[in-house]
């Protein structure tokens, strides 16, 4: 396992961005993959972006949101723009440390229970 710490949450309007990042410490950055999952009031964690060797999105933020990672600085990049109110929720970083990064396909990097180290979670409000 890895620690992890989120920030860049905040509250902005609709329609604006904000960027979150992830710094991860304990293990090689570059050999696990990373992912953002979120938790809105009342509803179950779901996934939202994921890096290993290539990139997922969940369907309702492709071209919205750019999930990146800079293995140099050991930190995980969630950039969201065009922020839409049901993008309220607590992020949460999470990283596979489990295995190498791999063309494992959204159908296994959407599982949380994949991922074994998580973040605290930062919060991100979006007003109407």
């Known amino acids: 396992q890895v620690q992890l710490v989120e920030s860049g949450g905040g509250l902005v309007q609709a329609g604006g961005s904000l960027r979150l990042s992830c710094a991860a410490s304990g293990r090689t950055f570059s050999s696990y993959a990373m992912g953002w999952f979120r938790q809105a009031p009342g509803k179950e964690r779901e996934f939202v972006a994921a890096i290993a060797l290539n990139t997922y999105y969940t369907d309702s933020v492709k071209g919205r949101f750019t999930i990146s990672r800079d293995n140099a600085k050991n930190t995980v990049n969630l950039q969201m723009n065009n922020l839409k109110p049901e993008d309220t929720a607590v992020y949460y970083c999470?990283?596979?440390?489990?295995?190498?990064?791999?063309?494992?396909?959204?159908?296994?990097?959407?599982?949380?229970?994949?991922?074994?180290?998580w973040g605290q979670g930062t919060q991100v409000t979006v007003s109407s």
């Open positions: 999470a990283a596979d440390t489990n295995r190498p990064p791999g063309y494992r396909g959204v159908s296994y990097y959407s599982r949380a229970i994949n991922f074994d180290s």
